[in-house]
C-alpha cells in the first residue's frame, strides 16, 4: 500500500512538473504584442469583449451554409466594428480548429509575397491567441519562394490584430495563422493562394481577408466604387476585381486613393477558396465611415464584407436604399419615433461602455432621409444638453446618434454627461421641416415656429417648444435668441434676418 502511495504521488509531481514546464514554455513563447490596442479598439478586455459581442447581437444573419473564407475591414471599431461583425456572423454557426488572417500589408514597403509570423500567439487584452505552427511550417515548405518567416510586417500591422478578438470571442478554441500578403505580380499571389489551398485541404479552417475598401473619395462617390469591388470579389475572379479596379482608378474620382486596400490578400484568398470548394461569393453588408456617427462625409473610406460559400444559391448583392415618397417624408410612424429614441441611447451607452457606437441601419425609408435634427437630454425635468443640426444633407438615423453624442458630451453649456448620469436622462428628438426666410419678426408664431436670428456674422437658433415653455412672448423670445448669439437684447428690432422651421417634437417618456 505504501508503494502504491508513493508511486501516485510520484506520478502527481511529474504531471505538475511537466504543466509547470509547459506554462513557462508558453509564458516565454515568441508572442507579438498588441500595437493599436486603446487605439483602433478598447484596451479594457470587459470593454473589447462587449463591444465585439455588441455588433455580434447587431450582425446581419448568416446568408451561407458552407462558408470558406470571409472578406472584412480593419479600421477602428467605432467605424468598420459592425461591418466586420457581419462578416464574422457568416461563419459563426461552424467551429473551427484554425482560422487563418490574410492581413494587408501597410508597414513594410519591401515585401512581395506572404509574410508569416514566426511566434507563437498574438496577444490582444483578452488573452494569446495561439498560432498554429504545423500550417506555418507547412505553407513555407509547400511555397518556400513566395512564404518568409517575418516577425518584423506584424510588428506595428494593424490588419490582422483588429481582427483577432472578433475570432477570440466568436471561435474560441480556434488556433490563428496570421500572414501578411503583399504583391502586385499575380503569379505570386496565385501561387501563393493554391499553397495555401493544399495546406488546408482536409482541415477545419476560416480564410479571413483583412481588407478596407475605397480611400478617400466623397461618400456618394465611395459607395459606387465599393459596390462595384464588393461585387467583383463575388466572382471569384482575380481578373474581374483587377480589372474593375483599374477601370475605377482610371475615373479620376477627385481623392480616391484607392479602391482596395488589401487587393493582394482578397486575390489569393479567391484563389485559395476555389481551390478549397467555393462556388460563389455573397455580399453581405456595406457601409463607409462617413455612415458612423462621428464620420464625416466629405472624405472617407469604404467597408464591406463578402461570404465566399461552397454552397449554391442565388447571388445577392446589396441592394441601393430606395428613398422614401415625398408625401411620406414628412411622416414619422411610432415604430420609427421608438427606433430613433432607442438609437440615441444606445450611441451614448456604448461610448461609455466600449468607446464604439451603434450603425444606423435597418430603419424605414423615412428615416433614411435627409433632415435636420435636435437631440435634447433633459435630467429631473432639466435641460441637461441640447445640441441639433439645421441643414437636411444627412440620413435622419445617421443624424441622430450624431447629435446625440454632441449633446452628451460637445454642449458647452454643461459639464460631459457622465454613466451613472444616463438612467436620469430623458431624450427628446425634434426633426426639423425645411427651414424657410421670413420678411420679418411679425411672419413668427409662437408656439409654431423655431427661428434662426442672424445679424453681423453671429447667429442664435431656439426649437419651437422653447418659447411655450419658458411662457415667451414673441418679443421676449426674440430678446434671448439675440442674448444666445452673444448679441443685445434689442438686436431683432433692426437688419436681422429670421428664417423658422417646425418640428416633429416627441421623448421617451411617451413610450413609457
Not at 472584412?72 to 462578416?87: E, K, L, R, T
Not at 519591401?110 to 496577444?123: K, M, S, T
Request: proline share 6%; with cysteine.
Amino acid at each position: 500500500m505504501k508503494i502504491l502511495r508513493f508511486n501516485l504521488i510520484l506520478i502527481v509531481f511529474i504531471f505538475c512538473f511537466a504543466a509547470a514546464c509547459q506554462a513557462d514554455k508558453i509564458s516565454n513563447a515568441e508572442i507579438r504584442e498588441p500595437a493599436v490596442a486603446g487605439k483602433f479598439y478598447p484596451e479594457s478586455a470587459p470593454r473589447l469583449k462587449l463591444a465585439v459581442e455588441k455588433f455580434m447581437q447587431d450582425a446581419v444573419p448568416a446568408k451561407v451554409n458552407k462558408p470558406v473564407a470571409i472578406v472584412v475591414p480593419h479600421a477602428g471599431y467605432i467605424y468598420s466594428g459592425q461591418i466586420c461583425a457581419d462578416g464574422f456572423k457568416q461563419a459563426s454557426h461552424q467551429p473551427y480548429d484554425v482560422v487563418v488572417v490574410l492581413g494587408t500589408n501597410h508597414t513594410s514597403p519591401d515585401l512581395n509575397g506572404a509574410a508569416l509570423y514566426p511566434g507563437d500567439g498574438f496577444r490582444t487584452p483578452l488573452g494569446t491567441a495561439a498560432i498554429d505552427r504545423s500550417i506555418i511550417s507547412a505553407l513555407v515548405n509547400e511555397a518556400p519562394t513566395d512564404c518568409t518567416l517575418d516577425k518584423t510586417a506584424h510588428t506595428s500591422e494593424h490588419s490582422i490584430e483588429v481582427v483577432v478578438p472578433f475570432i477570440q470571442v466568436v471561435f474560441p478554441g480556434a488556433k490563428i495563422v496570421p500572414i501578411v500578403v503583399s504583391s502586385h505580380d499575380m503569379n505570386i499571389l496565385k501561387r501563393f493562394g493554391q499553397a495555401l489551398a493544399r495546406v488546408l485541404k482536409n482541415k477545419n479552417a476560416l480564410i479571413v481577408v483583412s481588407s478596407d475598401l475605397s480611400h478617400y473619395p466623397a461618400w456618394a462617390d465611395a459607395r459606387i466604387v465599393d459596390r462595384e469591388i464588393l461585387t467583383a470579389i463575388t466572382t471569384l475572379e482575380p481578373a474581374a476585381l483587377m480589372k474593375n479596379i483599374h477601370h475605377n482608378m482610371n475615373k479620376k474620382i477627385p481623392n480616391l486613393a484607392t479602391c482596395a486596400c488589401g487587393e493582394a490578400p482578397i486575390i489569393a484568398a479567391m484563389v485559395a477558396a476555389r481551390s478549397l470548394g467555393a462556388v460563389r461569393g455573397e455580399v453581405v453588408s456595406y457601409a463607409n465611415s462617413g455612415d458612423a456617427a462621428i464620420g464625416e462625409r466629405s472624405r472617407v473610406v469604404g467597408y464591406g464584407t463578402v461570404v465566399l460559400a461552397a454552397d449554391a444559391g442565388a447571388k445577392e448583392t446589396v441592394a441601393p436604399v430606395k428613398p422614401a415618397p415625398k408625401d411620406q417624408a414628412s411622416i414619422l410612424t411610432p415604430e420609427d419615433k421608438k427606433k430613433l429614441l432607442r438609437l440615441a441611447r444606445e450611441t451614448i451607452s456604448r461610448i461609455f461602455s466600449t468607446n464604439t457606437t451603434p450603425l444606423a441601419r435597418d430603419l424605414s425609408p423615412t428615416l433614411q432621409q435627409p433632415r435636420g435634427v435636435f437631440v435634447t437630454l433633459k435630467k429631473k425635468g432639466e435641460l441637461r444638453g441640447c445640441i441639433g443640426h439645421m441643414t437636411a444633407d444627412e440620413p435622419l438615423g445617421k443624424l441622430v446618434g450624431t447629435m446625440a453624442i454632441q449633446a452628451a458630451f460637445n454642449d458647452r453649456r454643461f459639464s460631459p454627461l457622465t454613466p451613472d448620469e444616463l438612467k436620469e436622462i430623458e431624450i427628446e428628438i425634434s426633426v426639423l421641416t425645411p427651414m424657410k426666410q421670413v420678411a420679418g419678426a411679425s411672419d413668427i408664431i409662437i408656439g409654431r415656429d423655431g427661428v434662426l436670428l442672424e445679424k453681423d456674422g453671429r447667429s442664435a437658433v431656439f426649437l419651437p417648444q422653447v418659447a411655450t415653455e419658458q411662457k415667451w412672448s414673441r418679443d421676449e423670445t426674440l430678446g434671448h435668441l439675440c442674448q444666445k448669439g452673444g448679441l443685445s437684447a434689442d438686436c431683432w428690432k433692426k437688419n436681422a434676418r429670421f428664417s423658422t422651421f417646425q418640428a416633429l417634437v416627441f421623448s421617451e417618456s411617451e413610450f413609457k
